[in-house]
């Protein structure tokens, strides 16, 4: 599959640099030309001797060597490369590439080539989550040719628990071959509901909710980027409309319901209902504005189409993925949303906390399907949403 594919790998200080070997090796099983590039600090954790004999390659180490000037010097390595993947980045080699730094072999060569680079981080969870590394993530996330690989959750060499792993040797040759692959949702449509809906009660006021659309418009983005077809159907937000996706307004849930519906209709792989519906609306709209000529109430409410629960039992219906905002009992009930709307996954996140929710730029959450779950911890709306997809992405060919 990667036959005559160019690939630099970049090895920096990191415990999972054992790893590394490994993805060497599946790459040139895959059929690979692969070079290895060793920061200092990458040496500490396995010698040049094992990256050499593993990719059949001599492994570059100094930048201000004779000796491999005379062979291949960096600028033509840098220009040999189809493709660089770091791994693993360590928070150091993140923050000096982030800095455009060239004050080694490695980052001399990321700022020289004109390759896509991929970065597949591994640190201590609380230094992934310090917020000088999502700085410096969020600063490299607005480069187009760069790619941010993971990291994965669980449990990290230093006993401590969260996100910071390095991906799975298998899972980072898996996105080397979706790269050359124009991407891992190449070739499929995906049909995304985003933000709240609109339940009019008479031609000035509405029932709504504070959905600000940032994870269903973030996972159109990682959708696009991935390679999918995305049509997204969207509730009023404040939000542009992502380039390269055809977004659809709608303000009710019914007139969601029937854009979705008609999206799935001209076929549809995956469908991700991450809008925030609103459960009821006013039986009857009134036509004129109400006065207040009372002192009390009552607006009649009628509970409104599941949209979600539709497309999942449709007979031609796509992975169906939904959301579960909770305050409480966050997974449980999630879990219960899942078996009662027969989703294939469902995304849970506790919207009472202040960090994460609605209108934040952030989010943690819990992913749950038939038989798994993944959780992933504080990291911005943009991340997870390419975290949540290459999810989807690895179900789907399961
Ligand atoms: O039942 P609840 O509203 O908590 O379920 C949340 C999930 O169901 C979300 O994925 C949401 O987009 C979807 N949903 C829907 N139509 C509704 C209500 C919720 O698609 N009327």
Redesign the pocket.
Same mark, same amino acid.
Do not use: E, L, Q, Y
């Given at each position: 599959m990667l036959n005559g594919r160019r690939i630099l790998v970049g090895v920096t200080g990191g415990i999972a640099a054992y790893k590394t070997a490994e993805l060497v090796r599946l790459l040139i099983k895959a059929g690979a030309d692969v070079r290895v590039v060793m920061t200092s600090g990458g040496q500490e954790f396995i010698t040049p001797l094992t990256m050499q004999a593993l990719s059949g390659n001599p492994v570059h180490t100094h930048l201000l060597d004779t000796d491999a000037e005379a062979g291949m010097g960096h600028i033509e390595l840098a220009k040999w490369a189809d493709l660089v993947v770091i791994a693993p980045a360590s928070a150091d080699f993140i923050a000096r590439i982030s800095a455009g730094m060239a004050n080694d072999l490695l980052t001399t060569l990321c700022l020289a080539t004109e390759a896509p680079i991929a970065l597949a981080p591994a640190m201590n969870q609380a230094m992934w989550k310090n917020r000088r590394t999502q700085r410096n993530i969020e600063a490299l996330s607005d480069d187009p040719k760069l790619f941010i690989w993971g990291p994965a959750d669980g449990e990290q060499a230093c006993g401590d628990i969260g996100a910071g792993r390095m991906l799975e040797p298998e899972q980072l040759a898996g996105r080397v071959k979706g790269h050359f692959d124009h991407g891992f949702l190449h070739g499929k449509k995906v049909v995304i509901?985003a933000g709240p809906t609109r339940e009019a009660i008479d031609p000035v006021r509405y029932i709504s909710n504070h959905s600000s659309g940032k994870m269903g418009y973030a996972l159109a983005i990682a959708a696009r980027d991935a390679g999918a077809q995305v049509e997204l159907v969207s509730g009023p937000v404040a939000i542009p409309a992502p380039e390269g996706v055809e977004t659809i307004y709608v303000s009710s $849930?019914s007139t969601m319901l029937e854009a979705a519906q008609n999206a799935v209709d001209k076929g549809c792989d995956i469908f991700i209902?991450?809008?925030?519906?609103a459960?009821y609306r006013p039986d009857e709209i009134q036509e004129q504005k109400i006065k207040k000529s009372q002192d009390k109430m009552v607006i009649e409410l009628i509970k409104?189409?599941?949209?979600?629960?539709t497309i999942a039992a449709r007979k031609d219906r796509p992975f169906t993925v939904?959301?579960? $905002?909770e305050t409480q009992d966050v997974v449980a009930y999630a879990e219960g949303?899942l078996q009662r709307?027969k989703l294939d996954m469902i995304v849970a996140n506790d919207v009472s906390d202040q960090r994460i929710g609605f209108n934040s730029e952030n989010n943690e959450a819990t992913v749950l399907w038939n038989g798994g779950c993944q959780s992933f911890s504080l990291q911005s709306k943009s991340l997870l949403a390419v975290n949540i997809m290459a999810l989807i992405a690895s179900r789907i060919s399961s």
């Open positions: 509901t $849930a209902a991450s809008a925030a519906v459960d409104n189409p599941d949209i979600v629960a939904g959301f579960a $905002a949303k709307k």
